[in-house]
Each structure stands twice: as structure tokens, then as C-alpha cells.
């Protein structure tokens, strides 16, 4: 059993398009998290944070359920540079971070 | 500049070589982590530290010994024992105070095996 769990993709988008990716969890005590952006060959680097109550960054935005234990990062107007890998992150009990496998998106001009 | 720093960017290491990999931070954070990431796959904890002197294994610790003699410093040696080493290596910190704790990411070390 994976502690998280996220759709490969890959999600080949036009510009301007929406896109919305979903992730869900395993441990329902799971206290915080987050979404990562990670280039080719990079790093992954904090993207937001996501609360309960949702919470927006410009075009992107976070969403929590609890109930059934998934989160959700919604984009909007996507542009070229948006192209990248999205990791789902949760934080069970504030000392281990779980990653999912992480969604490819490409941007198509 | 605060952050997280890896050296070196790249390593080439020869079968039954150990070779240890730098991270180093100055962003006051008690906690530091290893992570493997192979072609494709998601990140997997080798090691962390909450605190100076003090680490716990993680998911795939075989092969692997780390130390924590300082509370900016974590350095990871890949032993000889490790059978399978050619891959990307990621270091992170974070804070430990409270629930939100975010975790930052140095830039990574690929080490390849000759």
C-alpha cells in the first residue's frame, strides 16, 4: 500500500487550457500538505501548501478533502513554462514527508 | 543567501568504491533528509535526522551511513555494499516546530557507477 498515490499523466494540454490533478492519501491522521514542482533534472521545489479551508496562488489552486482523503491542485490558463512534474506531498506526523510518484504535464503551444 | 547546498553536482564512482556525498544548510532547520530518486520513480527516504547526533533509517537505508556531528551538515556515504547506486540523490530540510513544516530541497547530486 503506498501512503500516496497520484495519476502518472502524462497530461499533454494546450495553452490557455485548465488542468487539475488529484492525489489521495492513506492515513487519515495525515496533518499537512503541500505540492512540489519538479523540472527536468532538478530539484523539487515548493509549489503551496494546502489547507483545509483551500487556498489560491494567482492561477493555481489547492483544495483538501479530508473525507476522502484526497487533495487537488487546479491550474488555469496554463502557460509553456507550466510544463513540468507535480508531486503530492503529505506529512503524517511532522517527521516523515510522503511523496507520490508525481503527474507530468506539458504545455503544447 | 539562505538554502540548502550539495556537493558535487555530479560523481562518478568505480564498483567497490564508498563515496559520501555534502549537504549542508543554513537555514537553522533541525531536521535533514536523504532521498533516492531513480528515472521515473518518486522519492524515497533513505535517512533523516531530527536532531544533532541523532538519525533514524529509512525506506531503503541498505547500503547507505550517514552522520550528524553538526546541526547544518549531513553528510551521506554510499558504500561499496549498495548494490545498485546510479542514481539522483536529494538532500532536504526542514523545521520541526509545529505541524506545517515545509521541507526545502538542495539542487541534488547524480552519482553514476562506472
Known amino acids: 500500500r503506498k501512503e500516496v498515490e497520484q495519476d502518472p499523466g502524462p497530461f499533454n494540454v494546450p495553452e490557455g487550457a485548465t488542468v487539475a490533478f488529484n492525489c489521495t492519501y492513506s492515513n487519515s491522521a495525515s496533518q499537512s500538505f503541500f505540492w512540489y514542482r519538479q523540472d527536468c533534472r532538478k530539484e523539487p521545489k515548493l509549489l503551496m501548501s494546502v489547507y483545509s479551508s483551500g487556498n489560491e496562488d494567482g492561477r493555481f489552486t489547492a483544495q483538501l478533502n479530508r473525507a476522502s482523503q484526497y487533495i487537488s491542485l487546479l491550474i488555469r490558463d496554463s502557460k509553456l513554462s507550466d510544463s513540468a512534474t507535480y508531486l503530492c506531498v503529505v506529512n503524517e506526523d511532522g517527521n516523515q514527508f510522503y511523496f507520490g510518484t508525481g503527474t507530468s504535464l506539458t504545455v503544447i503551444p | 543567501d539562505g538554502g540548502i547546498t550539495q556537493s558535487p553536482k555530479y560523481l562518478f564512482r568505480k564498483e567497490g568504491q564508498n563515496v559520501t556525498l555534502s549537504c549542508e544548510q543554513n537555514?537553522?532547520?533541525?531536521?535533514m533528509y536523504w532521498y533516492r530518486q531513480d528515472p521515473g520513480q518518486g522519492l524515497r527516504l533513505i535517512y533523516y535526522?531530527?536532531?544533532?547526533?541523532?538519525?533514524q533509517k529509512g525506506d531503503i537505508a541498505e547500503g547507505y551511513s550517514v552522520s550528524r556531528e553538526k546541526k547544518e551538515s549531513f553528510p551521506l556515504t554510499v558504500t561499496s555494499a549498495q548494490k545498485n547506486p546510479t542514481a539522483f540523490y536529494l538532500c532536504?530540510?526542514?523545521?520541526?516546530?509545529?505541524?506545517?513544516?515545509?521541507?526545502?530541497f538542495g539542487p541534488g547530486t547524480r552519482l553514476t557507477v562506472l
Open positions: 532536504a530540510s526542514s523545521g520541526t516546530s509545529g505541524s506545517w513544516n515545509t521541507q526545502y
Open positions: 537555514l537553522n532547520h533541525d531536521a
Open positions: 535526522s531530527q536532531i544533532v547526533n541523532d538519525f
